[in-house]
């Protein structure tokens, strides 16, 4: 084959070649900009993670982390009011200053122990109170029609709208011995003399419940309102009566919000002050005012502090089993 040919050969190869290689470059350039976007997606998907990490930690850990500071710290009449972690010794050495005095000082005063104990009392009782108030009120709401679902719901959640001391300034003038009950009581001939209801247990036991039946009725009725009726059906056609039925189906499948409304009862109930300083008495010691009572009437931050980190140590079993219980459900869920 002559030159010519040779050249005119490899025009045309050329020629036939130049399609082929816009196609690969606009691959290539299409390949590209997916890598950037799926770089893009990964990074603003790891932001969205971290962000409520950061928030965990700055209002959590980092606060926990200042407590615990304080704890482990010795009192001091200055300001601030506590021995600092960490201090330089002749300007050379620096020496750590940890004790745990105050820890100790929990376990051999029983006076804190008798303010967990009453505590837990309250909350264990006022969330009880709670359940067996909440759970009917959400089952019904859970079945109503969606214009009365919707009535039900604006009514539970109106209480928000009022400032939380005001409702509680309201109970007292509602219990106090000329109180709206005990005139009601007495207009209808039923009692001669004032009941004594301000400043005790049944006082505290009442504010709490109505201050947080909203907790426990709002995670019941998102769990009752997503059930499969048609359980209840197969159930009734297989001979079981409606309260076997509620054992059997509603029950076991509602434990989830059941647990859900009884942690957001009892953690908050536990180191409640308001409610139990306004309507209980004084003797009846409440871990909530033992705090108050060291930080601002004794000035013992570290102590305080103490008794705030054994007391989030408490709440924070209840927690623990919530999350095994579910993770125990999503694995017998996937089995």
Partial sequence: MSGGAHVAVSRKIEAAA??????????????????????FRNAWRTVLILVPYFWLFLFF???????????????????????????WVDGTVLEIRITFDNFLFLIEDALYWTGYLNSLKLATISTICCLLLGYPMAYAIARASKTMRNIYLMMIILPFWTSFLLRIYAWMGMLNNNGVINNVLSWIGLIDEPIGF????????????YSYLPFMILPLYANLERMD?????????????????????TLPLSMPGIIAGSLLVFIPATGEYVIPALLGSPDNLMIGRVLFDEFFSNRDWPVASAVAIVLLFVLVAPIMFFQHYQMKEAEEGKA
Avoid: C, W
């Fill in 18 to 39: 130049e399609p082929l290689q816009g196609e690969v470059g606009r691959i290539d350039a299409t390949g590209i900009a997916l890598a950037i976007l799926n770089r």
């Fill in 61 to 87: 850990l980092v606060p926990f982390g200042i407590v615990l500071k304080i704890s482990l710290a010795e009192a001091v009449i200055a300001r601030p009011p506590f021995t600092p972690l960490l201090e």
């Fill in 229 to 249: 009726l048609s359980l209840h059906e197969a159930a009734m056609d297989l001979g079981s009566r409606p309260m076997r039925v509620f054992f059997d189906v």
């Fill in 198 to 209: 301000m400043h005790t247990e049944f006082a505290v036991f009442l504010g709490i419940t």
